[in-house]
């Protein structure tokens, strides 16, 4: 908020508050201000809490406290702040707060998320500068299932600033925010009040209906109605009179011209059943938020851009798509209280991209400009960052090949770009356990491949022990080295690590060494150093399955890496048994030659708490 608009809106507060001209006494006495079309809009008030931002001295949000809302209150000025709190004391009214706000920042920690309703009315939008903003800042207020409100001066009527009666409607003001901002000087108040106030200047934003309607779609909300109407809520033209309804009417222009406009939105992201929410399902990433962050690299990198989330035009000879050239990364940016945002070790997600690069014969991204690109997309789409327990919004950057070429060699053009999904829980299950499906009949990784890069092939090939796993009711597959079947090296997404504690002995947590089949995890490498932190033995050693079956077991991998792939079963001799001590359960599913490695995390404290056997930590 320019402040301008804050000491003319502060000299105002003290002017209206005396209630000359504002009907302080009738509010306090226990009067309305509120008139029909926010009432209809508002609808049942039983239970609900709002946020009334732009509240001035708050005669409105008393009226709405009196109806029966929760109500929080919100102004720019300090001054019309201190004026709504006193006349609400003095009014009795208990349901109501104030806070010194500006709308077009993101809601603060403690507001996040909490009402069901966001209302703002007459005289908003003309003092924001940028209507996407201003409707993102909004949504963060709202929770799940939550409505915004809006009733305004319509985009049309205020061109006629300043305006004087005349037969046709006059044009003195900008239509188009590109137009904007514009200022306006008025020696009094809009109220009435004789007073010839110092502060009478204004900077006022246009915006044309279409752009506050795409301000209002791009902010996640979803918007459920738009109407117009051919009355104001104030003198706007010189001939206007005011009505019986409280409105005030044009005696020839109402016919055809809108004096104001409502809107309403719901704030669905995370509604149950809507298919924005990421849902019950846990990550689907089927939902997007509106940016893509690109770079394209021809001779050099072209200069970040930020468009809209649209599909890409590839060539169906885009090498990417015959060759597999093509990486990606994963990290996670998370609400923080404060409202801001922060995102999970970014620089280590760029090296690793690099690496992955290189391995596949693409060019290196610089980790400051891959880092940017994050951060820029973060940002542009801040709004749709949920802040539930564990969620997050999911940041995919990510690279392809897109020269189109049939040859088999390295494409001379590659586009890079950042998308983003907001997400719940990794697992359906939330943070609890999960089962693992130990899958013997193909290789994730072999030595000397591409196990380490984060690349699309390594996923291909893991997809069929998915489905495997899935049919047998597993969220995820173990997988075991290539060349001997009997070493945990990872899962399908996410790194191994275990928490092995024999009778007597003091916890240890031991993970299999990245070796070049295993992915460098971020999520690893933060828990091995945290543990360490912590005074947890830390070992990076091979694991045999054996040994996770029973701890007793301990086994030295062969040298070789060319060794014929056998079953693990074989390898690791009798069925897996369940253990007193050590590691995990097992579940055998009644094949001799397939077991599913049941891991779990036990609740209770004591004697079971050492099977708190082997777990996977989502990426
Ligand atoms: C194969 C694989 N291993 C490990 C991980 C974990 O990596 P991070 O902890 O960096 O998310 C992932 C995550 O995407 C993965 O796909």
Aim: hydrophobic share 40%.
């Amino acid at each position: 908020m320019t402040t301008t608009n804050v000491g003319y809106w502060s000299e105002l507060a003290e002017i209206h508050s005396r209630g000359d001209s504002y009907p302080v006494r009738q509010v306090i006495d226990g009067g309305s201000t509120l008139r029909s079309v926010e009432r209809d809009l508002l609808g049942d008030p039983a239970g609900r809490r709002l946020f009334h931002a732009h509240c001035h001295i708050g005669l409105d949000t008393v009226s709405l406290a009196r109806l029966g809302f929760t109500v929080t209150g919100a102004d720019y000025s300090p001054a019309a702040v201190h004026h709504a709190r006193r006349i609400a004391a003095e009014a009795g009214v208990q349901n109501c707060e104030f806070v010194v706000a500006d709308s077009s920042e993101p809601a603060a920690a403690e507001l996040a998320g909490a009402f069901d309703v966001y209302y703002a009315s007459y005289g908003v939008l003309a003092w924001v500068p940028d209507t996407n903003v201003w409707f993102r800042a909004a949504a963060t207020h709202l929770r799940p299932g939550g409505e915004l409100v809006l009733v305004d001066e319509h985009p049309y009527a205020a061109t006629f600033e300043g305006g004087v009666a005349s037969e046709q409607p006059p044009v003195s003001a900008p239509y188009w925010q590109s137009e904007g901002p514009y200022t306006t000087r008025n020696g009094t108040s809009y109220s009435g009040d004789p007073d010839v106030i110092a502060h009478d200047v204004q900077v006022k934003w246009p915006h044309a209906l279409g752009e506050i309607l795409t301000g209002a779609q791009r902010s996640g909300l979803r918007i459920t109605g738009l109407q117009e109407y051919p009355y104001s809520h104030y003198r706007s033209v010189p001939e206007m009179t005011e009505g019986t309804d409280g409105y005030h009417h044009h005696p020839r222009w109402s016919a055809s011209v809108p004096f104001l406009f409502s809107l309403t939105l719901r704030q669905e992201a995370w509604h149950d059943g809507d298919d924005y929410r990421p849902g019950p399902a846990g990550f689907r990433g089927a939902v997007f938020t509106d940016d893509v962050a690109t770079w394209r690299r021809g001779t050099g990198w072209t200069p970040l851009a930020l468009t809209a989330n649209v599909p890409l035009g590839l060539h169906p000879a885009a090498m990417s798509l015959h060759y597999g050239q093509a990486i990606f990364e994963g990290l996670k940016a998370y609400r923080q209280p404060d409202g801001g945002v922060a995102m999970f070790a970014p620089y280590r997600n760029a090296a690793r991209f690099a690496r992955s690069a290189a391995r596949l014969a693409m060019p290196e991204l610089p980790a400051d400009d891959f880092v940017a690109a994050c951060e820029t997309l973060v940002c542009a789409d801040a709004a749709q960052i949920p802040g539930g327990a564990g969620q997050s919004l999911y940041l995919r950057p990510f690279m392809l090949a897109t020269e189109a070429n049939l040859g088999v060699r390295a494409s001379d053009e590659y586009l890079f770009a950042v998308i983003a999904s907001p997400v719940d829980h990794f697992f359906s299950s939330g943070a609890a356990a999960i089962d693992l499906w130990c899958e013997n009949r193909h290789a994730r990784a072999t030595g000397g491949g591409t196990g380490e890069a984060k690349c699309a092939g390594n996923y291909a090939g893991s997809l069929p022990a998915k489905a495997a796993a899935v049919e047998r009711g597993c969220a995820e597959v173990l997988w075991l080295d290539a060349a001997e079947g009997a070493w945990v090296e990872e899962l399908s997404a996410m790194n191994f690590c275990a928490v092995r504690q024999l009778p007597g002995r003091a916890p240890e947590l031991v993970t299999p060494p990245l070796a070049g089949t295993i992915l460098h995890g971020s999520t690893r490498a933060a828990l091995l150093t945290l543990a360490a932190d912590h005074g947890i033995r830390v070992t990076e050693r091979p694991i045999a399955l054996a040994e996770l079956l029973d701890p007793g077991v301990r086994r030295s991998p062969r040298r070789s890496r060319a060794a014929p792939r056998r079953p693990w079963c074989r390898s690791a001799g009798s069925p897996p048994r369940p253990v007193a001590g050590g590691w995990a359960a097992t579940a055998p599913d009644r094949s001799p030659r397939r077991w599913a490695t049941r891991c779990w995390r036990s609740s209770s404290a004591g004697r079971r708490t050492h099977t708190d056997g082997c777990t996977g930590y989502p990426g």
